[in-house]
């Protein structure tokens, strides 16, 4: 019994051997698997996965119309204080005042790209963009306002 | 026809017509050096960057692809570097054994090129105890790794070297067999008869299974004494930094990691002479035609390309495999390798005497 197991190791291991040479010789010889991107080279061409988080930014519509709605569910779940909401009081047609942004500051240096300010909103107003060559010579170029000059909210975004 | 050995006979007898017998001997022997020099210096360049380019495919990667057309100029450069960087020797260092350390590992290197057959009637030293010098004078490297250690003052490369030492020590045995193995069969230690006597199939194909486990054993020992992934505890990156030359830099670095490639490329030698009938080119049966067409394709070629063929399988190994702990390694070769290399040899020698293979 001994005898019989000692063999079956050493041909189960010999098989565990294969399987892993295969994989192996497979990526040796197909080099079009080969997954490194060239990056200075290729910046025109390059391609990043869909998860990649690069930085948070607003989405603006053609009007210059965000979803932004002032409610400060990403800077209540930001973890350092990377984002701060400014919010203002517009006044709307009927008389009544509503809360709106007047600035969102977005500190890059501080951001750890943790996505949970993105899970945070209600409204789906910011996304993270897949950009990533961030380095400036002076850091308060990395503090950016996120909503565009003069932009309002859309339509129906309460 | 040129061949290496036509070439190698008329510098003799021009030298011979030209000088006395005793100067003859003298340029002969420089002549040798500087071969096996220049010899090293191309191995090393040329497996270092099939290693990177073996490693960066079998990983997904491109690999170095910078200097020169697809980056094989890379080695050159590294080379390059290597020999501008300044060799420390740190404080505490035992000095003589540590600048000591890496010669010893190039100068074994060296004398295992001396029996080595390169092509047709074309070696160093035909000397008639072949295998038996190899196996005796590759046992020296563990000294170069475990002076390297111990003079290092430094309890990373003191690691590495003992371990190398356990397991060089250990893989010996089974090398040794499965090297015998072969002896057996054909009688002789002289790896130039070892060569002829493959004149008609080389022993892999002659010796039936118990050969093929033979040279598995063999791979398999010699990626361990050469201290190679998955055996590399010595150097262990990972757990050791880098083992016995942790403390090294510069040339004294670059010679260890010559040493070792042109270890491997002996090991490979080796193997190819013993199991795949070196530069004996590939016949099949009556096939005359077929016999013909290999024998047009020079003997060294077919050496070089059975050696680069294991060493590729060495490389492949490498880049494949986890690497063991200590020990499942002594457990590999005390309840595995040893015993069956043992049974086999049992095998073969009533083989070889019942005339049971081709």
């Excluded at chain 2, 020797?89 to 080595?116: E, S, W």
């Excluded at chain 2, 990691?257 to 002996?266: D, G, K, M, R, W």
């Excluded at chain 2, 390694?329 to 049992?346: A, D, F, G, H």
Aim: charge should be neutral; include cysteine.
């Amino acid at each position: 019994m001994f005898l019989v197991n000692y063999i079956k190791e050493i041909f189960g291991a010999l098989k565990s051997l294969m399987v892993g040479m295969r994989r192996t010789l497979f990526y040796f010889t197909n080099h079009k698997q080969i997954i490194t991107e060239q990056y200075p080279d290729n910046r025109a061409t390059l391609k990043l996965a869909d998860r990649f988080k690069g930085e948070v930014v607003m989405p603006h519509d053609e009007n210059n119309e965000h979803r932004c709605t002032g409610c400060t569910a990403c800077e209540l779940a930001c973890p350092n204080g990377t984002i701060k909401v400014v919010t203002k009081f517009d006044i709307t047609p009927e008389g009544k005042k509503k809360k709106a942004i007047d600035k969102l500051v977005y500190h890059l240096e501080l951001c750890t790209m943790c996505n949970l300010c993105i899970t945070a909103c209600p409204s789906d107003a910011i996304v993270m963009a897949q950009t990533f060559e961030h380095s400036v010579f002076d850091r308060n170029q990395l503090t950016k306002v996120l909503n565009k000059e003069g932009s309002k909210i859309m339509e129906g975004i309460e | 026809m040129w061949s290496f050995s036509e070439i190698a006979n008329m510098i003799h007898t021009w030298l011979n017509d030209t000088f006395s017998p005793t100067l003859v001997t003298i340029i002969e022997m420089v002549i040798m050096g500087v071969l096996v020099i220049s010899l090293f210096a191309v191995l090393g360049l040329i497996l270092v960057i099939m290693e990177r380019k073996v490693s960066a495919w079998m990983q997904i990667r491109l690999g170095p692809n910078r200097v020169g057309p697809k980056g094989i100029f890379q080695s050159a450069a590294d080379t390059l570097k290597l020999l501008m960087k300044e060799a420390m020797t740190p404080n505490g260092a035992d000095k003589f054994l540590f600048n000591f350390a890496p010669y010893l590992a190039i100068i074994v290197a060296m004398l295992l090129m001396a029996p080595i057959v390169f092509a047709k009637d074309f070696t160093m030293w035909d000397l008639n105890i072949g295998v038996l010098y190899v196996s005796a004078v590759s046992s020296l490297s563990v000294i170069s790794i475990l002076m390297a250690g111990w003079a290092s003052n430094n309890k990373y490369s003191l690691l590495g070297a003992m371990r190398s030492g356990a397991q060089i020590v250990s893989y010996e045995l089974s090398a040794g067999l499965a090297i015998l193995t072969v002896v057996v069969l054909t009688g002789t230690l002289n790896l130039n008869e070892i060569i002829l006597s493959q004149q008609n199939g080389w022993w892999i194909f002659k010796g039936h299974i118990p050969i093929i486990i033979s040279f598995l054993i063999f791979i398999i020992a010699v990626t361990a004494e050469t201290n190679r992934a998955p055996f590399d505890l010595a150097e262990a990156e990972s757990e050791l930094t880098a083992g016995f030359h942790t403390e090294y830099s510069g040339m004294k670095f670059a010679l260890f990691f010559l040493a070792e490639y042109v270890n491997v490329f002996i090991v490979c030698a080796i193997g190819a002479t013993l199991f795949l009938g070196g530069w004996m080119p590939f016949h099949i049966g009556n096939w005359e035609g077929f016999n013909h067409i290999m024998d047009y394709i020079p003997s060294s070629l077919w050496f070089f390309g059975k050696t680069f063929f294991l060493i590729f399988l060495i490389m492949w190994f490498r880049w494949t495999f986890p690497r063991l702990r200590i020990d499942q390694l002594l457990n590999l070769e005390w309840k595995y390798l040893l015993p069956i290399s043992m049974v086999n040899l049992l095998i073969v020698t009533a083989m070889a005497i019942l005339g049971w293979h081709f």
